[in-house]
Each structure stands twice: as structure tokens, then as C-alpha cells.
């Protein structure tokens, strides 16, 4: 059974707008990672955060986590037509595993 | 740097044959982890290796099987194709055994 639920499923919105996606976990956890997923191809890393961090920043990306609720968000500003994607979250629950929970992703879609 | 190399990149088996997945993972890293991505399941955990040692393993049937090698290659081998196994099949690799994964393109595996 997947660890988090990512909301929403699936967001389109204009080049040039904000994206916000958020993802909620059961368990405790180690750290939380966002990957992005061009159309039936590997994932690739964008930001890891670690329980006891609150916020990171990597470029126009913007990662939260609130562990008190359970809940990340990923925030992609001045988004762009590559930014196309799907984006998943993936809970680590073990220190020192690579064992990852993730979530169904959120299919973002940037109109020109 | 060479990334992570997955072979084959497509095949196409019928039920009950076998099949083996290769992995190259990036040079210098010894953690290989593999995943199975499908629309219904989302990307599962199927196995992790470091150092030659089966880490941790998912929840998977005893059909589906691993190993590591020396070189930190990795193999995954699935006996008794059924339908539900047609999947994109990813393996990442890490230097460690935290931090961020970097993901392959993937074995797209269709069973007949």
C-alpha cells in the first residue's frame, strides 16, 4: 500500500503561474524526497528534506514538510513548459535504507 | 559520469517464461535498488542491495529475485511470468545508503 497521497492527482496551469503540490504520509519518517517523471521514463531527484528540517529551497523549487501533520508540499515557481511532468513524493521510513514509500504523483501539465 | 544503465530497455515475454534485468549503477556508487512502476500500483520497492547483501526486500512473491554483484552491477530475475508483472522496471543507485537515488530508464517489461 503506498505510504502517501498526493493532492491534487493532476494540475494544469499557464507558463509563468506557481504549482503547488502536496503529499501526506502515515508513519514517521527519516527524511521525504520529491522526484520528477517525464512521461514513462526514470525518475529524477529534485530536493530531499529531512525530518527535523522545516523548509529547503533549490532554485524555483520549494520544499515543506510539517512532520507535526504528516504532510510536504513542493512549490514550482515561474513554472515552464519543461516543467511537464509528474511529480512524486517518496517517504523514507528507515535511516541508512534506500527503501522508499512513494506517493501516486501529481501529473502537472504547464500550458504555453 | 555515466548514469545508471538499465538493459534491456524493452521485452516482450509470454506467461510463464523467466526474465532477467541488468543494472549498471553509476560508477563509484554500491547501492542499487530496484522498483516496479505500474498504472494501477504506482512504484513499488522490490529490493535493495549494498555491498553484495540483500538489505531489505519488498513485498513481492518469491518469483521475483535479485542479487548484486562485486562491481555493484545488479540482476532481477522474475520466474513464472503472469500478466500483472507487464511493468516499467527501475533501478537507482546511491553512494550510500541515504540520500538521494538516481534512477535509470527503466526496463518496460510487456508479458503476453
Known amino acids: 500500500s503506498q505510504q502517501g497521497e498526493e493532492d491534487p492527482q493532476a494540475l494544469s496551469i499557464q507558463e509563468g503561474e506557481n504549482a503547488t503540490m502536496n503529499c501526506s504520509y502515515k508513519t514517521s519518517i527519516n527524511n521525504l524526497q520529491w522526484y520528477r517523471q517525464n512521461s514513462g521514463r526514470g525518475l529524477v531527484h529534485l530536493i530531499l528534506i529531512r525530518s527535523n528540517e522545516r523548509e529547503k529551497h533549490s532554485g524555483r523549487l520549494r520544499v515543506t514538510l510539517d512532520t507535526s501533520k504528516k504532510s510536504s508540499s513542493l512549490l514550482i515557481t515561474a513554472s515552464r513548459a519543461a516543467d511537464t511532468a509528474s511529480y512524486f513524493c517518496a517517504t523514507a521510513l528507515i535511516q541508512g535504507a534506500q527503501k522508499l514509500v512513494f506517493g501516486q504523483g501529481t501529473r502537472l501539465t504547464i500550458n504555453p | 559520469k555515466a548514469g545508471v544503465t538499465q538493459t534491456p530497455r524493452y521485452l516482450i515475454k509470454t506467461r510463464g517464461q523467466q526474465v532477467t534485468l541488468s543494472c549498471s549503477p553509476i560508477?563509484?556508487?554500491?547501492?542499487v535498488s530496484w522498483y516496479q512502476q505500474t498504472p494501477g500500483q504506482g512504484l513499488q520497492f522490490l529490493f535493495e542491495?549494498?555491498?553484495?547483501?540483500?538489505?531489505n526486500k519488498g513485498n513481492f512473491p518469491g518469483r521475483f529475485s535479485g542479487r548484486q554483484f562485486s562491481n555493484s552491477r545488479s540482476e532481477m530475475n522474475v520466474s513464472t511470468l503472469e500478466l500483472g508483472d507487464s511493468a516499467l522496471y527501475l533501478c537507482?543507485?546511491?553512494?550510500?545508503?541515504?540520500?538521494?537515488?538516481?534512477f535509470g530508464e527503466g526496463s518496460r517489461l510487456t508479458v503476453l
Open positions: 560508477s563509484g556508487h554500491r547501492s
Open positions: 537507482a543507485s546511491s553512494v550510500n545508503l541515504a540520500g538521494e537515488l538516481f
Open positions: 542491495y549494498f555491498s553484495e547483501t540483500q538489505r
